[in-house]
């Protein structure tokens, strides 16, 4: 089922954004849990353990390819850091390793095809488990500068998924291929801090799907790499702690050298549907750019300083866009807007609720090529059903939207709920060949994720998230 090359978001994704704060601040006080003293201690030894357990329920009951089925992707991440300086005296240097149990989980297989559209690439998990990081660090200049190489991937350090509970961008999936935070691939990054508040970054990743979709990531062949992607990026962020409206960005640009299939056209203009036996048109690569940003503009009493245990109470807004360009690329523009309310509970830091809207554009040939597979398709079934099943030929839209409500809350440290409901209108089916157009409708889902590190005091709560 892999061989659409599903992208590797969704539910596990998802689980990246719950680790990130909704605002900057400083860190409030931690309850110490009943291995607090065991963590300190192995934490001056150069070792650090995390285990964090993530629980998506999604559910499609209007939309989709197939509506009316719902999917849990469940996902425990044990976590391993290894100071060098401290262990062997290799100064700078440090190792982790993060490794993913797929359960509990059901439906993990097939909801990419019933659901299937550029805003619901959901991951085709077919291991028990998969190596989501296994990488050398070294911090050298002053710590001014990181380098880290091995297995990672992209969302780490670009496109970085903390500028809202649920802004994410397709657009790592559906236009780089490179696959989400539950799966690795091979890669070097580095990252150059220019002061205390702004960073450059740049890296290169290996575009390698047929490793990270049909095996758990220790396998580590290089014969199946279609290309590379090449990324740079400048990062900028200021919080309560000395800020009034706090702010955080991200610019970048990126490269892939894999060459992809034309979305419609072979090699003699003709259309690869109506002439399947002509020889596909291929381009050489991708190129794009991209921008997003968060920026609190209203607060209480707006001066410096959080106070209190957690962030002041504020509305942000925030927003992005991917640019890719070529004639042949099927997501061109992909694009998101949105604000959210958070800090309204001091007792409950974790507490929010917002909004985003989302926009993807289907490339031209793109949708005269779902237009013309599911045309295809329908006359099959309508001439091996004497016309009990019609055909279907109509045009798609290029311009998709995607609503949502989102809501966040904590229960005790460490643990939380994230629950949101989205309204999909005009979705392209990243599986054309089906018998009717996607259904624009409803998508629901409801996560939960508990740090059993923090609980137990093993490893630290992140300092944003805490009560």
């Given amino acids: 089922m892999d061989m659409f090359r599903p992208s590797p978001w969704g539910a596990a994704l998802l689980c990246a954004l719950a680790l990130q704060a909704s605002a900057q601040t400083a860190p ?39 509506p009316g089925h719902s999917a849990n992707f469940g996902m425990v991440y044990f976590n391993v850091g290894l100071d060098l300086e401290k262990i062997a005296g290799l100064r700078g240097t440090d190792i982790h390793i993060s490794e993913v149990l797929n359960k509990p989980s059901y439906n993990t297989g097939t ?39 091995g297995r990672m991937n992209l969302n780490r350090e670009f496109m970085v998924l903390d500028m809202c509970a649920g802004c994410l ?7 780089m291929n490179q696959p989400g935070v539950s799966k690795s691939s091979w890669g070097a990054t580095a990252r150059y801090r220019l002061d205390e508040a702004s960073a450059v970054g740049v890296g290169v990743l290996e575009d390698n799907a047929a490793m990270w979709q049909r095996t758990t990531g220790w396998q580590w062949r290089h014969d199946t790499a279609t290309g590379y992607i090449g990324i740079a990026n400048y990062t900028a962020q200021r919080g309560f702690d000395r800020w009034a409206y706090p702010y955080r960005l991200e610019t970048g640009l990126f490269h892939t050298t894999a060459r992809y299939d034309d979305p419609l056209y072979n090699t003699d203009g003709t259309s690869h549907v109506l002439q399947p036996a002509g020889t596909l048109l291929q381009h ?10 968060r920026k609190v503009y209203w607060r209480p009493g707006a001066v410096p300083g959080a106070g209190g245990r957690g962030a002041p109470e504020n509305l942000a807004a925030y927003g992005g866009a991917v640019y890719t360009a070529g004639a042949g690329e099927s997501y061109p523009i992909e694009a998101y807007v949105g604000t959210e309310w958070s800090g309204f509970m001091q007792s409950n830091p ?11 554009q289907l490339g031209k040939r793109r949708a005269l090529y779902e237009q013309q597979a599911r045309a295809g398709y329908t006359s099959m079934l309508n001439m091996m059903s004497g016309g009990a099943i019609p055909v279907v030929d109509q045009p798609v839209s290029r311009n998709m939207f995607a609503l949502d409500l989102h809501g966040r809350i904590g229960l005790v440290p460490g643990v939380f709920v994230e629950s949101a409901v989205q309204y999909l209108k005009n979705p392209n089916a990243m599986i054309p060949a089906t018998q009717e157009r996607i259904r624009s409708g409803y998508m629901f889902s409801i996560s939960l994720l508990a740090d059993f590190g923090a609980l137990s005091g093993l490893s630290r709560l992140p300092a944003n998230m805490g009560f």
């Fill in 28 to 66: 409030p006080p931690v309850p110490r849990g009943p291995l607090s003293d065991l963590g300190d201690d192995l934490r001056e030894r150069g070792v650090s353990l995390g285990v964090v357990l993530f629980s998506g329920q999604f559910r499609n009951p209007s939309t989709g390819i197939s």
């Fill in 284 to 293: 050489a690569g991708k190129t794009g750019a991209y921008f997003q940003g």
């Fill in 111 to 149: 909801y990419l095809f019933q659901t299937g559209s550029g805003f619901t690439p959901f991951p085709v998990i077919n291991k028990t488990t998969d190596l989501a990081r296994f990488t050398v660090g070294h911090r050298t200049l002053d710590n001014r500068l990181r380098l880290d190489f």
């Fill in 169 to 175: 961008f397709s657009a790592p999936a559906t236009v």
């Fill in 350 to 360: 974790a507490a929010l609720v917002g909004s985003t809207l989302r926009y993807i």
